[in-house]
């Protein structure tokens, strides 16, 4: 695993098809920033890749930066996502602390 920042949190949710995705992550970034945390936030990708980017060009780059950090953040209904699901199993398999909305 990659150097380990511990207190780097990776924000995990649905993003597809979810109107209101980027408020939802928005949001999420702003609470855990007031608790503390370095927060990456893959709901901005969008402006980092190019526009062609495929979803699996997101999930390498997704993997990437949580292979960093300590822990992830996992919001509403993130089990009705292909890539959260995905960002789940790979923090289970890396032992990264596993947070969820409260």
């Not at 699996?56 to 009705?80: G, R």
Request: hydrophobic share 45%; glycine share 6%; proline share 4%.
């Amino acid at each position: 695993m990659s150097e380990l920042h511990k207190d780097w949190i990776y924000i995990s949710g649905p993003i597809t098809g979810v109107k209101n995705y980027l408020t939802n992550f928005t949001e999420a970034e702003v609470r855990l920033i007031k608790e503390g945390w370095q927060v990456i936030n893959p709901a901005k990708m969008g402006s980092v890749l190019p526009g062609d980017a495929s979803w699996a060009d997101f999930m390498k780059v997704d993997f990437a930066l949580l292979s960093h950090c300590a822990a992830i953040y996992m919001l509403p209904n993130w089990e009705k996502s292909r890539g959260a699901k995905a960002e789940m199993a790979f923090a289970k398999d890396n032992g990264i602390h596993i947070l969820f909305h409260r």
